[in-house]
């Protein structure tokens, strides 16, 4: 079983559509959990962090299952500028560094 | 801030050539990580390094790849021989507190050497 596991998509969506992505982790005493979102032929770079209580930024609204072992990333009112692979990154324990999802796809559609 | 630089941002190399990677951290960072990213495979983390250490080098695929980073502005990811198989992106980040975060939690990579090997 993979470390951390994602849907690869594509999803495409018409703009303002809200549209959700599921992320699954392995590893239960992973401590830090994040999205990342890559644009194509780009590095990858931080959406935002994602914290026990969940969180939101604008249109983003990050939240985390420890029970069930999931993050989920909420898009609202998608606009054609979110179309990229979002990336579900975790951090385990000890030295681990960051392991990266392989991503899911979005493609916004006008 | 000039953010993570990396260099050559293109390189073709026919098999068997030697192959090297160049990174310079963003200043006061001092976790450096190398990642390859493939269609096929995703993003790998190859090896990181903190305070110059190498911590965990567990994802450098086999005695071909060697890196080094012999200072706090420098890091060099090398390949000889290369393989085609070695083709993809490399990608280099690093790491460094931002607010609360702790320093190997939020990574900044920078733009990508493409690599492809003949």
């Known amino acids: 079983r993979k470390e951390v596991e994602q849907d690869p998509g594509p999803f495409n969506v018409p703009e303002g559509a809200t549209v959700a992505f599921n992320c699954t982790y392995s590893?239960?005493?992973?401590?830090?959990f994040f999205w990342y979102r890559q644009d194509c032929r780009k590095e990858p770079k931080l959406l935002m962090s994602v914290y026990s209580s969940g969180n939101e930024d604008g249109r983003f609204t990050a939240q985390l299952n420890r029970a069930s072992q999931y993050i989920s990333l909420l898009i609202r009112d998608s606009k054609l500028s979110d179309s990229a692979t979002y990336l579900c990154?975790?951090?385990?324990?000890?030295?681990?560094?960051?392991?990266f999802g392989s991503g899911t796809r979005l493609q916004v559609q006008p | 801030d000039a953010g993570v630089i990396q260099s050559p941002r293109h390189e073709v190399t026919e098999m068997g050539q030697e192959v090297t990677l160049r990174c310079k951290p963003i200043?006061?960072?001092?976790?450096l990580f190398w990642y390859r990213q493939t269609m096929m495979r995703g993003l790998e983390l190859l090896i990181y390094?903190?305070?110059?250490?190498?911590?965990?080098d567990s994802g450098m695929p086999e005695d071909r790849f060697s890196a080094k980073m012999p200072n706090a502005s420098f890091s060099t990811l090398k390949i000889q021989p290369s393989e085609p198989r070695d083709s993809a992106v490399y990608f280099c980040?690093?790491?460094?507190?931002?607010?609360?975060?702790?320093?190997?939690?939020?990574?900044?990579f920078g733009p990508g050497t493409r690599l492809t090997v003949l």
């Open positions: 990154v975790v951090k385990g324990t000890g030295r681990r560094a960051l392991t």
């Open positions: 200043s006061g960072h001092n976790s």
């Open positions: 980040a690093s790491g460094g507190r931002d607010g609360l975060v702790r320093s190997t939690d939020t990574q900044y």
């Open positions: 390094f903190n305070n110059n250490v190498p911590i965990d």
């Open positions: 590893n239960s005493a992973s401590q830090s």
